[in-house]
């Protein structure tokens, strides 16, 4: 059974970078397409990055230019760099496989404020 386990969220001034880490047991993420999602408060989650098995990447409009989502298929792990960061960005923030869902990890935590 494949497990999430999402890690990296913190709280960060607007213009901060973070990297969030989703480790994947249970299966190799090289078979998969990954995604990010993120649930902002009182908001739904949203899809925020996904990357193909081929290393084809999509973004959202609003973290285009910003995030980057990329893979090292040797730690079965999939990565979230989140540069110049601002107060909309704050959420908790999963990954999952989009075409093939799996439980949801706990999340992690990202807070942009002063």
């Known amino acids: 059974q494949v497990q999430l386990v999402e890690s990296g969220g913190d709280l960060v001034q607007p213009g901060g970078s973070l990297r969030l880490s989703c480790v994947v047991s249970?299966?190799?993420?090289?078979?998969?397409?990954m995604a990010w999602y993120r649930e902002a408060p009182g908001n739904q989650r949203e899809l925020v990055a996904e990357?193909?098995?081929?290393?084809?990447?999509m973004y959202i409009d609003s973290v285009k230019g910003r995030f980057l989502i990329f893979t090292i298929n040797a730690y079965n792990t999939v990565y979230l760099q989140m540069n110049s960061l601002k107060p909309e960005d704050t959420a908790v923030y999963y990954c999952n496989i989009p075409n093939a869902p799996v439980n949801w990890g706990q999340g992690t935590r990202v807070t942009v404020s002063l």
């Open positions: 249970g299966g190799d993420i090289s078979t998969y397409t």
């Open positions: 990357i193909t098995q081929s290393g084809s990447q």
